[in-house]
């Protein structure tokens, strides 16, 4: 029954993404015209799987560092893709990909760092010094970042941050496409730490006499949710709020057992982003609002909502 | 490509009329930084070039500005080097930042002058100003009688239809709260978004794509006529003029501030949408 509300609201909000917009297509038109084709049917299924892709990455990470206030973005990778972009566009490399690919690279040197802070000390990712090491290596690069920004040209700079900030509106088919081949192959390793994911909730000791281990699962989930959050925010810039509210709206509905939470939070992202992305092209239209805006503006009175229930509970 | 959003930093600072700040004194002023390129480009025009000691980097035009040494950047400007130049006047454009550097090289004794050149009504105000100021009266009259007649001249009626992109991902367009769009309509075209208010403004790919501009005009520095790198997407070709090549492409240089020689960009604009009659391609 859940589940067919959440595929009946999915496809809702795939329709309402797909038939609204600021152009005017009448409906009987819809199927035979380009902005159908290429501008809107590519980026509704690109607002999919990022959603998706967030909340996956989140409801993995809370579970990972036990911690309900993780976020996709919270381990440094916006940071690092910040950084990558901003590099980019001082060093005037061009070309049509050089910004998703820098970011892209950024965020993965984000990742490598803060494993590597992870495995300091024999401390096998440590969820602690995973989100110490995350907020430092974030803020390092918010840093450099800023030192890049105020030494090059200004004009230019506003550029990486309008990118950074710009959400779906580079969608095509050719990022549609990369992205779907990429995300399932992290999807599909969450998907198999369900199990140990479960247990790891329970807290260190008792996983670790359950049979669970512990070290390779967090290595395992680490790397998978945070190249999931890498390609997201290569695509689509920074969008905050989707990793941290949906895996807590996945666990209010589907309960805690990650064969469940991780698919209800691609879905519950995906709807997410979607219905943000088509408030963000038509609330204003013809102007548009950053996606990452409207995700906030969303997110957090419900996320205010929640807090207000548990806290009551 | 740049260059062109280094235009869209100075038009999204909105548009307010020039004003005057501290009082410039009685005497004409001999040493003068110039913190903005359409400044730096009007005490050329107005013969005040030689009582130029210090300009921004972007202050490129006219050549000879070149020669002037620079005191870094215009919008967030460095109070120790302008003061380092012993300036007696020094002509900021009007900002919140541009404020607290006006008022700190106040406090040193430096008088100063806060202009805002948005729209091209500003570039007639800020000539006769700066005339007066710099000694030269009859050329800041000059230049505002031209430029005056210019924006009271009948706008013919539009002939194209024009949408400038500033950027590509997110699409940034121009707005009528800009100087570019002024010239449009003067040069017998419409901007496809004038109904927005702003200097320039995000839109999505699909409002361009509905709005079917006959044109799409590119700022740019250099004189390459190659169609941007962006013109190839297939979610841009959604667009018809970018599917039938149709770019307006215009020198940076000429376009990308308010300017005395507004008569010639209008020229040049009209004689351009003259010489590619629509319906064929360019």
């Known amino acids: 029954m859940k589940w067919l509300v959440l595929s009946l609201a999915l496809l809702a909000a795939l329709l309402a993404a797909v038939t609204l917009g600021p152009a005017a297509v009448p409906a009987g038109q819809l199927f035979h015209s380009a902005i159908f084709w290429d501008l809107r049917l590519p980026r509704a299924l690109l607002a999919l799987l990022v959603g998706g892709s967030l909340g996956a990455a989140g409801a993995s990470l809370q579970s990972l560092v036990r911690n309900p206030l993780a976020d996709p973005f919270l381990l440094g990778l916006s940071g690092g893709a910040g950084l990558g972009a901003v590099l980019a566009i001082a060093l005037h490399l061009g070309g049509a990909w050089t910004l998703p690919l820098a970011a892209f690279a950024g965020a993965l040197l984000a990742l490598g760092l803060v494993f590597r802070l992870g495995l300091v000390g024999g401390s096998a990712l440590d969820p602690r010094v995973l989100l110490l090491g995350g907020v430092a290596v974030g803020a390092f690069c918010g840093a450099v970042t800023t030192a890049v920004v105020s030494l090059a040209e200004a004009s230019a700079l506003r550029n990486a941050y309008l990118w950074l900030w710009g959400g779906l509106s580079g969608a095509s088919w050719d990022t549609v496409t990369l992205v779907a081949v990429y995300v399932p192959i992290p999807l599909v390793v969450l998907l198999a730490a369900a199990r140990p994911l479960d247990l790891l909730t329970l807290g260190e000791e008792p996983a670790r006499y359950l049979g669970t281990d512990v070290a390779v699962t967090r290595r395992r989930v680490y790397l998978a949710a945070s190249l999931l959050t890498a390609a997201a925010v290569a695509v689509a810039g920074v969008i905050g709020f989707v990793g941290l509210i949906v895996p807590h709206l996945g666990r209010a509905l589907f309960g805690g057992r990650h064969r469940a939470l991780l698919p209800a939070s691609f879905l519950a992202g995906g709807i997410l982003l979607l219905l943000a992305d088509t408030l963000a092209r038509t609330a204003v239209a013809p102007r548009e609002l950053p996606v990452g805006v409207v995700t906030a503006l969303v997110g957090v009175p419900l996320f205010v909502l929640l807090l207000r229930r548990w806290t009551a509970a | ?282």
């Open chain 2, 1 to 282: 490509m740049r260059r062109c959003a280094q235009l869209l930093v100075l038009l999204a600072l909105a548009c307010r009329p020039a004003e005057r700040g501290a009082s410039a004194g009685d005497a004409p002023a001999e040493r003068i930084v110039s913190l903005a390129p359409s400044l730096t480009e009007l005490l050329f025009a107005l013969g005040a070039g030689s009582q130029l000691v210090g300009r921004t980097v972007y202050c490129l035009y006219p050549p000879a500005a070149r020669a002037v040494p620079s005191v870094g950047d215009g919008l967030n400007p460095s109070v120790e080097a302008i003061a380092a130049r012993h300036p007696d006047l020094v002509l900021l454009y009007r900002s919140p930042q541009t404020e607290t550097a006006a008022r700190q090289l106040a406090a040193l004794g430096i008088p100063t002058m806060l202009l805002r050149d948005d729209r091209m009504e500003d570039v007639a105000r800020t000539a006769r100003l700066l005339g007066h100021a710099t000694g030269h009266p009859a050329a800041g009259d000059s230049i505002a009688r031209v430029i005056d007649s210019l924006v009271t001249a009948p706008i013919p009626p539009p002939s194209a239809r024009i949408a400038f992109v500033v950027w590509d991902a997110p699409p940034i367009v121009i707005g009528s709260g800009s100087y570019l769009d002024e010239l449009v309509s003067m040069a017998g075209a419409e901007n496809v978004f004038h109904d927005l208010h702003t200097p320039s403004a995000t839109v999505s790919l699909e409002t361009i794509a509905s709005r079917d501009p006959d044109w799409i005009a590119i700022l740019r520095d250099s004189s390459s006529a190659e169609p941007p790198a962006w013109a190839g997407r297939r979610e841009w070709r959604t667009v018809r003029a970018v599917r039938e090549g149709r770019f307006l492409i215009l020198p940076a240089e000429l376009f990308g501030q308010p300017s005395p020689r507004a008569p010639e960009s209008v020229a040049f604009l009209a004689r351009f949408l003259n010489h590619s009659s629509l319906p064929a391609s360019q």
